[in-house]
T-cell receptor, first 110, second 114 residues
Framework: DAKTTQPNSMESNEEEPVHLPCNHSTISGTDYIHWYRQLPSQGPEYVIHGLTSNVNNRMASLAIAEDRKSSTLILHRATLRDAAVYYCILRLADFNKFYFGSGTKLNVKP | EPEVTQTPSHQVTQMGQEVILRCVPISNHLYFYWYRQILGQKVEFLVSFYNNEISEKSEIFDDQFSVERPDGSNFTLKIRSTKLEDSAMYFC????????????FGDGTRLSIL
């Protein structure tokens, strides 16, 4: 399975934008890029996913590099509730399983 | 918004006993999954299930484990002869389709083996 690399932790101030990077230099043409987050004592929560084009939804934006070897999850205005571990995951189109890495622990300061 | 529900939220079992963890996936979803997370560690894939059969499983999912969809709404994970190292959070997930579709997770069952 293609590997992703994320910083162990990041810190942000409340109401400021947050850019969470992910490197996936071995991505293949059929890998979807998924982002999930896990709040304390909860199951992983879907945030956003994409294949080639940038994506926006009510939670976040996903910016995908032109060569697809990296992506960035953008939270436009961080809130205290956004403090969580964020996982960047590659998922082959024909397969069902996710491989979770260690993710980035985001701390949001008031 | 529909969600995946798991019961019980916490299960305490004696080592060697069998345990069944229950999940109700989102009603129009066709793919079902189990994951586990040992305290302080990564979320690990166990098994995926589609059309009443296992479609993929990890090395963790050995003969001790089994899954079943006994009716149109429930999806269960059975662990036979539990061991101390089976203590973990177990998450159920479902998705409408495979591949690019997101998976929706429940809040998990904390399994404690004594």
């Amino acid at each position: 399975d293609a590997k992703t690399t994320q910083p162990n932790s990041m810190e942000s101030n409340e109401e400021e934008p947050v850019h969470l990077p992910c490197n996936h230099s071995t991505i293949s043409g059929t890998d979807y890029i998924h982002w999930y987050r896990q709040l304390p004592s909860q199951g992983p929560e879907y945030v956003i996913h994409g294949l080639t084009s940038n994506v926006n939804n009510r939670m976040a934006s996903l910016a995908i590099a032109e060569d697809r070897k990296s992506s960035t999850l953008i939270l436009h205005r961080a809130t205290l509730r956004d403090a969580a571990v964020y996982y960047c995951i590659l998922r082959l189109a024909d397969f069902n399983k996710f491989y979770f890495g260690s993710g980035t622990k985001l701390n949001v300061k008031p | 918004e529909p969600e995946v529900t798991q019961t019980p939220s916490h299960q305490v079992t004696q080592m060697g006993q069998e345990v069944i963890l229950r999940c109700v996936p989102i009603s129009n979803h066709l793919y079902f999954y189990w994951y586990r997370q040992i305290l302080g560690q990564k979320v690990e894939f166990l098994v995926s299930f589609y059309n009443n059969e296992i479609s993929e499983k990890s090395e963790i999912f050995d003969d001790q484990f089994s899954v079943e969809r006994p009716d149109g709404s429930n999806f269960t994970l059975k662990i036979r002869s539990t061991k101390l190292e089976d203590s973990a959070m177990y998450f159920c997930a479902s998705s409408r389709a495979a591949g690019g579709q997101p998976q929706h997770f429940g809040d998990g069952t904390r399994l404690s083996i004594l």
